[in-house]
């Protein structure tokens, strides 16, 4: 009695597991096909200012609004703790550094993975469902190369340009609390964040982070949507699927970006 | 490149011992099927019995698990992709849903595969499209975007996309099925229209007896993953086979039977709560 349970559970393990590693087979060579596609999106620069439209500039709104009230909000923790130590005059140095280091690419990245995205694996999912996809195929044209190429792209072009605003934004709703409403030293607050953050190892690793939280947000959802069961149900999971793997990623590879880059292991 | 299309040949697709299954499920067990040139040949079959599959099998889109296709004397399945695309642009195929690109106008949806696939200039495209719409009397939509079309003006505009490349064959997936008997009868006639004044050869896959019988020159019925039955619509409305016979002609009760496989009606009801 026990051991068939036992059995059970084993054999239901590696049932889950060999799809597990079936699935993220089928993902890497999609993104092999993908890689061999973008040369035909550079001679087709129409298509992925579309898409950078569609993925980078509709989302925004969110980036700014969120950058500004996360640099406010930081700026007020940080105020009553510096004061303490009487250091309110580093407060600017520490939200820009919190900001461009961690905050933009993470927060954005997280709010790029809900607001774009999802809208993909959904844009993808139905086009699939709709037969648009099989559609093209059968006119001759690679959708991988038409559609989730520039789409690609798009993604890993528009996150940094996302994340430098989101940074931007925090900074300026940093300068709105701590230097207009609280009163610290406005020389002091740009001069000693000048003075201590340094673009190549803060400003550029931030940077750096968010181009690959961009590649992987956006090749998640991709996937998801080529390979999204071509039903409603199916194109609805497989929009959450995307928002959950994409944000778990990118706060994975996060840590392992951040050892990488500061870290002395 | 070179790649030479068979164009005399008088039997354009030839199907041989196609095996095909999904999961456990075979969908095809032993089929040969031959499609004359200039003809318009009919598949039917029940909803579920693969037709849709056969016309992607046919396309290239999926693999059989054994046996041969070849359309105009190419395997489709031992093609390189390049060569699958350059036979794929002689191969216009209608979906089910019209598979519109709903991003684009209907002037644009006609005029996408020219763009992909030539390097003629603007107003050449636009004379093409507007030749093709007018074919399918959809000349004054060209504006209208997909979600502004209903579902027979769908169909006629992948039509009018479908024949834009100027194809040797088309494929239909079911073409009338929730259609309103007026866009019904125009898609009835715009199919042999377009195969006898384009010299195309059409293959019609449908369960809408009537309206198919009207317009084929061949039937091919599918039946459990084997061709039961083919020849003119004449000879099988005369056919011998109950199954055809039950098929044909629409009856509810017969080799097929209304009941889905269950144990006997009064144990069922009788024997629930033992
Ligand atoms: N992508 C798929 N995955 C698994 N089974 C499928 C898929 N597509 C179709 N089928 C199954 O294959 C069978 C034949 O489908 P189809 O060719 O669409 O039938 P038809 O077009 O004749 O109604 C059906 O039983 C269907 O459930
Ligand atoms: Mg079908």
């Known amino acids: 009695m026990l051991s068939n349970t036992v059995q059970y559970l084993i054999h239901a393990f590696w049932h889950v597991l060999e799809h597990a590693f079936q699935r993220l087979g089928r993902s890497h060579i999609f993104l092999f096909h993908i890689i061999l596609g973008i040369p035909s999106v550079l001679v087709r620069p129409l298509l992925l200012t579309k898409q950078i439209y569609m993925v980078g500039v509709l989302s925004l709104i969110i980036i700014i609004v969120s950058g500004m009230f996360v640099g406010g909000v930081l700026a007020l923790q940080l105020y009553y703790e510096l004061l303490k130590f009487g250091a309110e005059n580093s407060l600017g140095v520490l939200n820009a550094i919190s900001l461009v280091r961690e905050l933009g690419p993470v927060v954005s990245g997280l709010l790029f993975s809900g607001r774009a995205c999802s809208a993909l694996a959904a844009e993808i999912g139905l086009m699939k469902a709709t037969e648009q996809l099989s559609g093209m195929e059968m006119m001759a044209i690679d959708p991988i190369k038409r559609v989730i190429a520039p789409r690609f792209m798009a993604g890993i072009i528009s996150m940094p340009i996302l994340a430098i605003t989101f940074s931007t934004l925090g900074i300026i709703g940093g300068h709105l609390i701590g230097v207009d409403l609280l009163g610290i030293d406005e020389g002091a607050f740009w001069s000693q964040m000048q003075d201590k953050v340094s673009f190549s190892s803060d400003v550029m690793n931030g940077v750096i982070k968010s181009i690959a939280f961009g590649f992987v947000a956006t090749w998640i959802a991709l996937y998801q949507g080529y390979d999204a069961v071509p039903t409603s149900e199916g194109v609805s999971r497989a929009t959450t699927k995307t928002v959950v793997y994409a944000s778990l990623a990118i706060l994975a590879l996060d840590f392992v970006l951040t050892a990488l880059m500061y870290g002395e292991i | ?274």
């Open chain 2, 1 to 274: 490149m070179s790649f030479k299309i068979d164009e005399t040949s008088d039997i354009l697709i030839e199907i041989r011992d196609l095996h095909f299954s999904r999961g456990e499920r075979k969908i095809f067990d032993g089929v040969d099927i031959d499609i004359r040139r200039g003809c318009v040949t009919a598949i039917m079959g029940p909803s579920g019995t693969g037709k849709t599959t056969l016309l992607k099998l046919i396309g290239g889109q999926l693999q059989p698990d054994s046996g041969t296709i070849k359309v105009a004397g190419h395997d489709v399945h031992k093609l390189s992709r390049a060569k699958l695309y350059k036979l794929r642009q002689k191969m216009g195929m209608l979906f089910q849903s019209g598979a519109l690109l709903t991003d684009l106008s209907v002037f644009d949806n006609v005029a996408y595969p020219l763009r992909e696939h030539t390097k003629l200039k603007k107003s050449m495209i636009r004379d093409i499209v507007l030749t093709k719409l007018h074919a399918v009397g959809l000349r004054g939509a060209r504006d209208l975007m997909p979600s502004e079309l209903s579902g027979g003006m769908s169909r006629r505009v992948a039509m009018a996309r479908s024949i834009v490349l100027d194809p040797m064959m088309i494929m239909y997936d079911e073409p009338f099925t929730g259609q309103d008997p007026i866009s019904m009868g125009v898609l009835v006639q715009l199919i042999r229209l377009l195969n006898d004044a384009l010299g195309m050869t059409s293959v019609v896959v449908s369960h809408d007896v009537k309206e198919t019988a009207a317009i084929s020159d061949e039937i091919c019925v599918l039946s459990e993953g084997k061709i039961i039955e083919h020849g003119t619509p004449e000879q099988l409305k005369k056919s011998t086979s109950q199954w055809v016979q039950q098929f044909m002609y629409g009856m509810p009760d017969g080799p097929v039977p209304f009941q889905f496989p269950a144990v006997d009606y009064a144990q069922d009801l009788y024997g629930v709560h033992s």
